[in-house]
């Protein structure tokens, strides 16, 4: 029998093939990695100094347990680096790998902002362990970093990193952080916390270059600002790696194209996760691709199975001001703020007042369930 | 009362304290929560949970 193929072994990867083996017990079923195949739960990135662990501790299990437990085939250190959908094969380290059906399950990859200087390759970027654990190596020993982006990641970034008594910067063009997802005064409750975290804040502002300076780095704003650090990261956005898709002439937008089935423009291949972007929605998080995973296990067992998406609310893991925000997609509304910071509740209501999105920070998190039951669902 | 760990994210889910913000009052047994429940952290489902053992 042909195996089902899937490229990729995130949480996306191994959760389609998780749900996949609920449905469909003899299938082979072949997972390709780049990596090492090891399982871990990519949001405890941005936590781990938080909670005292180093990047070996966030492994849950290696790619050898994982194929043992779901009866899968895993080929780590593999790279796809092609796709024939006439011929229905993939291309792995350089031979050809024939599938009944495909999932990309490929993720994305961190963006960086063009800047000057000699030392632009030493700025980190962590979008995966392997890269974690580069930067946990480099970080050993600093007092000082600088955040590009005042984003999701590069926020709890910051946190994590005040919370391990390491002095940090954060440069973004923004007026407040998170600017896309929050209204101003639940950002600004945001930075007033991290500021007395210790987080210094340079908004408004971005860097212009990196040089090397000793064992550090000197980093220069366009405001003229110069600081000096002894690691930078960057968390400036995403952008799904849709290149193999394209190659292949799958329709691609921001992500690549998939309808409610997860099926791209062609029947036998289908996406999730930071790859994919759902009926014209790309939702670069773990919630979503786990409602995927579920429908595309049934689907690739015989059983068609739209995804639903429920309302699905992103926590911030920013302890010195938790957040959640359950953003308005698109949809024409206004902000109304009750409450005093840090404790805010931000609610989007459209024309007729009915809630579409919520923010929430401080104790106001514990409305959590509240707002859950009021607002709609993305994909109901 | 037992606890049960979600196998994706490390959530773990705690009979005697049942979740109230959804709903789920403390003391609700393990098999007594819908089987289309879900993580409330990562989404993973209900079968995705294994038992803590207790020391
Ligand atoms: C620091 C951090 C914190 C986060 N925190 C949260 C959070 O709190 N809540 C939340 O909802 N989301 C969070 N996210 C986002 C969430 O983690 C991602 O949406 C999710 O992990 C994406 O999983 P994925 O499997 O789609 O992609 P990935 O995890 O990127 O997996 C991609 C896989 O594809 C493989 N691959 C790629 N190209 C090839 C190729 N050519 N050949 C072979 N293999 C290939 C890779 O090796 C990898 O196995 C966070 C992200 C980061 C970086
Ligand atoms: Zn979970």
Partial sequence: MQPIVVIGTGLAGY??????????????????????????????LSEALTKGNAPEDLVKKPAARMAEELDIEVRADSEVSDIDTGARTVTVNGEALAYTKLVLANGASQLSVPLGGDAVADVHHVNSLAD?????????GARRVLIIGAGLIGCEFANDLANAGIAVDSVDPVDWPLQRLLPEEAGRALQSAL???????????????????????????????????????????????????????????TGVSVDRHLRSSDPQVYALGDVAEVEGQFLPFVMPLMNAARALGRTLAG??????????PVT???????????????????????????????RYVDAAGNLIGYALTGEATGKRGQYMREAPPVLG | MRKWQCAVCGFIYDEAEGLPEEGIA???????????????DCGASKD????????
Avoid at chain 2, 26 to 40: H, L
């Fill in chain 1, 15 to 44: 959760g389609v093939a998780r749900e996949f083996r609920k449905h469909d017990r003899h299938t082979p079923l072949i997972l390709i990695t780049r990596d090492d195949g090891a399982s871990y739960y990519k949001p405890d």
């Fill in chain 1, 132 to 140: 974690y654990r580069v930067f946990r190596r480099d970080l050993n």
């Fill in chain 1, 195 to 253: 500021a007395e975290q210790g987080v210094q804040w340079h908004l408004g502002d971005t860097v212009s270059s990196v040089e090397r300076d000793g064992d550090g780095f000197r980093v220069s704003l366009s405001g003229g600002g110069e600081v000096s650090v002894d690691l930078v990261l960057s968390a400036v956005g995403l952008r799904p790696n849709t290149a193999l898709a394209e190659a292949a002439g799958l329709r691609t937008a």
């Fill in chain 1, 303 to 312: 059983e068609d199975t739209p995804v639903r998406y429920p309302v699905m």
């Fill in chain 1, 316 to 346: 911030v893991k920013t302890p010195a001001c938790p957040v959640i925000v359950y953003p308005p997609r698109g949809a024409a509304g206004q902000w109304q703020v009750a409450g005093e910071a840090p404790s805010l509740e931000a």
């Fill in chain 2, 26 to 40: 403390p003391g609700t047994r393990w098999e007594d929560i819908p089987d289309d429940w879900t993580c409330p």
């Fill in chain 2, 48 to 55: 995705d949970f294994e038992m803590v053992p207790t020391d």
